[in-house]
């Protein structure tokens, strides 16, 4: 039965990325768990659009096994000085 939500260790992550981080480059790893026991225990990461800034998400992958969160797109402080997902 697949009945208790996975839990973050945090909250909210924040992380500074300069500008000029090339594309590919590690930013995180997001961590969660689950109380759910065998197959319903498994987690899959995956980043959505936040409601203030829904195309920031295009600028960063998410490794839906590992959690890990990577650069995708160029990034450009002129065209935003903070990125946000969720």
Do not use: W
Request: no cysteine; charged share 25%.
């Amino acid at each position: 039965m697949n009945d208790n939500a996975p839990v973050f260790d945090r909250r909210q992550y924040a992380v500074n990325v300069s500008e000029a981080a090339p594309v590919g480059t590690a930013l995180l790893t997001l961590s969660a768990s689950d109380a759910d026991t065998a197959v319903n225990a498994r987690l899959s990461y995956r980043a959505e659009p936040h409601p203030a800034a829904p195309d920031d998400v295009k600028l960063f992958h998410v490794d839906a096994e590992r959690g890990l969160v990577l650069v995708r797109a160029a990034l450009d402080r002129e065209l935003a000085d903070r990125l946000r997902l969720q």
